[in-house]
């Protein structure tokens, strides 16, 4: 369905290129929820706009392609790539619940997006709002409403309303439930569930929390600087993790029983000067000399799994 | 000599919106409702949890003396706080010290952030010979495990805001507070520098025998570094106790739901996102005028929880739980 190769996204500044997504590649299947996590600055929000051409300078894409249904997004000319937006693929902004208009009902808000996007008139448009409305759980006079009358997380459903209005095929999800409260969020994974489960949405979730990968997505992708270290299904990430990134990360996260926690010591790189070699060498405790000169590729072990790492060697086994 | 470090007696905030010149009406927001409790004066851990608009900010602000309740007393170790901070305010500054959410406004960004450091040793602890002050950073810097030619001689923007937070625990080491505010410490920060932060946390209270008021929405890392939770809803306590026993079997309805919508960090654990039921869709969610503050999102709320409050009280194991259903 969706195929990054090898994207490049770069920022232009008087100090060089921040390389923030720097040769990710990865594919995203009909009808799973693909999840995309890592901490702050390892690209996450960056992938997903380059994936949508969404960068404005000094931002601009290096290269790389998207395929999406089998078209190259970054080859369309704007016109037809104004076309699929929304109607084909829709976004949900990091934080977009705050973006609404303070001064304009619901309503208005909701059917001039969906008159920009499509060939509907404002009635018709306004009916498919109502029915969307319904599908993320909101009555019908949340239309009535300005967006300071609703909570963080109703309002978080009008927007993925409004996002899911023209049908698409994928939704991309940039940290849908970050600031929201605890109650909130578990009915808003519920709901990007049932997106999926009952309506055939394709979803990739981007989000920082891991415990809402481990209860939502199918697939991730763990991304560190500017890179995807490791791709595998959620339980194999969680329970058998393999790059070493991924294995600190999972062992740093708190969890019911209390476990010694450990975190990762060091600093993380810079965009604009990734070290040499593998990314992650500065702060890997099994790091070789080879990790230091030789970026390791993504290979594929035990079937499924992908991994970026020089532990595993030619043959997918570890060395 | 007290037996508490800080003690929250009946206190009420209320705060006043409108009202300019008399002409419209004045509008009463109650921010904490009758709140008390102890944090008694032994090394330990309290988290403080509940949902945005609680008043875990607001209890944070009165132990700090940043704000004063409008009834009631917050008492730190037997004198109320506004009086320690006319009298006393250097020492009250240097026995109780705040962790904010991110730390980045404590740093002026012109200077390194050393000058934080070594500020604070001058003033609060009187040490002016600068090689003294040094060697003191550096082995605080040193016990909690952070490297200090990585950090030393930076400015604030080149730091991440998890090194920033722990300078902050590194400046706990060197004024040895008695005990830390920490208003959501960890909630900006990557996973990876977060579980060195908690652990950070609990050797200042095992090794130094700091105490800590842990503020957060997170019940997951209240659980992990605390000794007791006490749980806040619409500004009223609902319920406290030992940590590990609230979060293993919670009393409070409104407990329940915290606990049952943690998103725990396994992806076995039951996907327990299926059983999420409650009703959020409503466009009210204020909070009731009168009876129990959570009778609205309650399941089991009666005839009697919408006629009055229901006092916290005693049941047992030490936990307290303010609920009709526990009464009588």
């Known amino acids: 369905m969706l195929e990054v190769v090898d994207l490049r996204v770069y920022y232009k500044s008087i100090f060089g290129d921040y390389k923030s997504v720097d040769g990710v590649s990865l594919s995203v299947k009909k009808g799973e929820i693909f999840g995309i996590a890592g901490e702050s600055g390892c690209g996450k929000s960056t992938l997903v706009d380059g994936i949508l ?27 037809r790539l104004n076309k699929i ?35 509907l008139t404002k009635n018709e448009a306004k009916r498919v709002i ?38 698409p095929s994928l939704v991309i999800a940039d ?110 405790p099994w790091a070789m000399d080879i990790c230091t000169i030789y970026e390791p590729e993504m290979i594929q072990i035990d079937g499924v799994r992908l991994v970026a790492c020089h532990l595993y060697g030619e043959s997918g086994k570890k060395n | 000599m007290t037996d508490h470090l800080l003690k929250f007696d009946n206190v009420s905030v209320i705060f006043k919106i409108g009202g300019g010149l008399g002409l419209f009406g004045v509008k009463r927001i109650v921010a904490l409702n009758n709140v008390t409790f102890t944090i008694p004066d032994k090394p330990g851990i309290v988290a403080l949890v509940g949902e945005s608009g609680s008043g875990k900010s607001t209890i944070a602000r009165l132990a ?78 040193k016990t909690l495990g952070m490297r200090p030619e990585e950090v030393l001689g930076r400015y604030p923007h080149q730091l991440s805001g998890g090194e920033r937070q722990r300078l902050m625990l590194v400046l706990s080491l060197l004024i040895k507070p008695r005990l830390l505010i920490a208003d959501e410490p960890v909630s900006m920060i990557d996973a990876s520098l977060r579980a060195i932060f908690l652990e950070n946390l609990l050797e200042l209270k095992n090794t130094l025998g700091i105490s800590c008021l842990y503020i957060t929405h997170d019940l997951i890392t209240a659980n992990y570094v605390a000794d ?48 999420a039921s409650i009703d959020v869709h409503r466009l009210s969610e204020l909070k009731p005028e009168k009876g129990c503050v959570f009778r609205y999102r309650c399941p089991y709320a009666m005839k009697v929880c919408a006629e009055n409050e229901p006092d916290l009280i005693e049941v047992g194991d030490g936990r307290r739980v303010a609920c009709y259903l526990y009464e009588g």
Request: charged share 25%.
């Open chain 2, 64 to 141: 700090l003396g940043l704000l004063r309740p409008t009834i009631g007393q917050v008492l730190y170790r037997g004198r109320e706080v506004s009086e320690w901070i006319k009298s006393n305010k250097y020492r009250f500054r240097r026995e109780v010290q705040a962790v904010f959410q991110d730390p980045y406004g404590i740093y002026n960004p012109y200077y390194k952030v050393d000058r934080v450091l070594y500020l604070a040793l001058r003033k609060l602890m009187h040490i002016n010979d600068s090689g003294h002050a040094k060697s003191l950073i550096v082995d605080a810097m």
């Open chain 1, 175 to 284: 940290e849908p439930i970050t600031a929201l409260d605890v109650v909130v969020q578990k009915s808003l994974l519920k709901l990007l569930k049932d997106l999926r489960d009952n309506y055939g949405v394709t979803l990739m979730f981007v989000s920082h929390d891991m415990a809402a990968h481990a209860q939502l997505v199918d697939r991730m992708a763990i991304m560190y600087a500017g890179k995807v270290v490791e791709v595998g299904d959620t339980e194999d990430i969680f329970y058998n993790p393999q790059h070493p990134y991924t294995k600190l990360l999972i062992s740093s996260i708190p969890k019911l029983e209390k476990k010694e926690i450990k975190g990762i010591p060091g600093i993380a790189p810079s965009p604009l000067n990734w070290p040499r070699g593998c990314r992650f060498h500065t702060r890997c």
């Open chain 1, 130 to 167: 109502e029915e969307k409305l319904g599908v993320v759980g909101l009555p019908r006079e949340v239309l009535r409403s300005y967006p300071h009358e609703l909570s963080g997380g109703m309002r978080q459903r009008v927007i993925i309303a409004i996002a899911i209005a023209l049908n």
């Open chain 2, 228 to 275: 007791e939770i006490i749980v806040l809803c619409h500004g009223k306590i609902v319920e406290v106790g030992n940590a590990t026993k609230v979060i293993r079997e919670p009393l409070h309805p409104y407990t329940k739901l915290l606990v049952d919508s943690m998103l725990l960090p396994d992806p076995r654990a039951g996907r327990t996102i299926e059983a």
């Open chain 1, 53 to 79: 051409r969404l960068i404005r300078p000094p931002g601009y894409i290096r290269s790389g392609k998207v395929f999406f249904e089998g078209i190259n997004l970054l080859e369309l000319d704007e016109s």
């Open chain 1, 85 to 119: 937006r929304w109607s084909r693929i829709s976004y949900i902004p990091q934080g977009s619940m705050n973006s609404l208009n303070p001064v304009l009902r619901i309503e208005e808000q909701a059917t001039d997006a969906l008159i920009e996007h499509s060939d």
